[in-house]
């Protein structure tokens, strides 16, 4: 009978312990994890382009709304012309 309890005692002690070395382990990842975390310098991508950036996308594309304008006045002057 003694026997048996003191097995018993070393069989749960064997598991105390795989637990807390599972517990150690999963320590261990989440610090790993928030150190890389942390590591990151900027997660979040901006949005907002800088005015530079802007200026210089500006110039490339010219303005259509003046254009668009032209054409559909003489678009409007040649439908009047011909009578439709």
Known sequence: MIQKCRSKIA???REILNNYEHILEL????????SR???IKSPVITMNTPNKELEVISKKVPDISLRKQL????????QSA???
Do not use: F, W, Y
């Open 11 to 13: 069989e749960l002690e």
């Open 27 to 34: 320590e261990r990842e989440t610090s790993n994890m928030e």
């Open 37 to 39: 975390i942390q590591d």
């Open 71 to 78: 054409l559909s006045r003489k678009n409007i002057e040649h």
């Open 82 to 84: 011909s009578g439709l």
